[in-house]
């Protein structure tokens, strides 16, 4: 059974940080891309930030510099670390697994709530 667990979240005054952590069993996790997706209220879910199981990354302009997506394959868990949060930063942040081509999957996480105060 395939499990996508994040975990994190919580609530932050503007500029701090939160380190989100995202721990998937059941997958063969060192060759999946994982990526971090966003969801404010009224608004489509967004793509933060993601990585190839070669390590290359891909940030969303509004995160640039201040974000950094990392993995632990050896752990099956992937990390989503956030500075100088903002308050436009506040969403549900949620982990996606995947793999392209024979065999392909993508799973989801139930999400983990930030919140950012002025």
């Given at each position: 059974q395939?499990?996508v667990?994040?975990?994190?979240?919580?609530?932050?005054q503007a500029?701090?940080?939160?380190?989100?952590?995202?721990?998937?069993?059941?997958?063969?996790?060192?060759?999946?891309?994982m990526g971090?997706?966003r969801q404010?209220?009224?608004?489509?879910?967004?793509?933060?930030?993601e990585?190839?199981?070669?390590?290359?990354?891909?940030?969303a302009?509004?995160?640039?510099g201040?974000?950094t997506?990392?993995?632990d394959?050896?752990?099956?868990?992937?990390?989503?670390?956030m500075?100088?949060?903002?308050?436009?930063?506040?969403?549900?942040?949620?982990?996606?697994?995947?793999?392209?081509?024979?065999?392909?999957?993508?799973?989801?996480?139930?999400?983990?709530?930030?919140?950012?105060?002025?």
């Amino acid at each position: 059974q395939v499990q996508v667990v994040e975990s994190g979240g919580g609530l932050v005054q503007a500029g701090g940080s939160l380190r989100l952590s995202c721990a998937a069993s059941g997958i063969i996790f060192s060759i999946s891309v994982m990526g971090w997706y966003r969801q404010a209220p009224g608004k489509q879910r967004e793509l933060v930030a993601e990585i190839t199981s070669g390590g290359s990354t891909d940030y969303a302009g509004s995160v640039k510099g201040r974000f950094t997506i990392s993995r632990d394959n050896a752990k099956n868990t992937g990390y989503l670390q956030m500075n100088s949060l903002k308050p436009e930063d506040t969403a549900v942040y949620y982990c996606n697994v995947r793999k392209y081509g024979f065999g392909r999957y993508e799973y989801w996480g139930q999400g983990t709530q930030v919140t950012v105060s002025s």
